[in-house]
């Protein structure tokens, strides 16, 4: 039952730039993954591991390994960097898309 007016729903635009770059950094996921996987098989050392999981504000930090300090400080200060530069480059798009 309309009254004469169609409504379209668009769904999110995503551009093709942004789609590339998902894709690119999901690959470069698996990649990573696939040679840490190789590395430890062929070397047969210890491995370490370690991140950081943002669920809103709260950060959920993990690690295990001998290594593990320095990739949770890696992976804390790469988070942080990342939120920054979100906040910046929202900030920018909004002043100059309106």
Do not use: C
């Not at 999110?12 to 996987?37: D, H, N, P, R, W």
């Amino acid at each position: 039952m309309s009254n004469g007016k169609e409504v379209e729903d668009e769904g999110a635009v995503i551009s093709g730039k942004l789609l590339g770059f998902l894709l690119f950094g999901i690959t470069l996921i698996f990649v990573g993954v696939a040679v840490l996987v190789v590395t430890s098989l062929i070397l047969g050392g210890s491995g370490s591991v370690g991140g950081v999981i943002l669920i809103g504000p709260i950060p959920i930090v993990f690690g295990a390994g001998p290594d593990a300090g320095w990739i949770i400080t890696i992976s804390a200060t790469l988070t942080v960097v990342s939120i920054i530069l979100f906040v910046v480059f929202t900030k920018r798009n909004r002043k100059y898309s309106g």
